[in-house]
């Protein structure tokens, strides 16, 4: 059985910086397509960035330039690096792993950015 395990949130004053990490056991990590989402209160879940098997990332338009998906297929990890993080950042982070259709979920991790 897939599991995901997401760890690194927190509460962080705009501005500053988190790092997201969510380990992967019970598959072929190598073959996935991993994936970052987020879930605010009263929204959809969303697409915040995702790292193909060959290395290739893709960011939603709101997070590029602060944000860096990053995977080490050894350890069968993927991170996600925050950087200049803004309230509208807060949400659930939840990670993803896949290779056709939904594929399967961590439990996420609350972001909350504050003063």
């Known amino acids: 059985q897939v599991q995901l395990v997401e760890s690194g949130g927190g509460l962080v004053q705009p501005g500053g910086s988190l790092r997201l990490s969510c380990a992967v056991s019970s598959i072929t990590f190598s073959l996935y397509t991993m994936g970052w989402y987020r879930q605010a209160p009263g929204k959809q879940r969303e697409l915040v960035a995702s790292?193909?098997?060959?290395?290739?990332?893709n960011y939603a338009d709101s997070v590029k330039g602060r944000f860096t998906i990053s995977r080490d297929n050894a350890k069968a990890t993927v991170d996600l690096q925050m950087n200049s993080l803004k309230p509208e950042d807060t949400a659930v982070y939840y990670c993803?792993?896949?290779?056709?259709?939904?594929?399967?979920w961590g439990q996420g991790t609350q972001v909350t950015v504050s003063s």
């Open positions: 790292i193909t098997s060959g290395g290739s990332s």
């Open positions: 993803n792993a896949r290779i056709l259709g939904p594929g399967a």
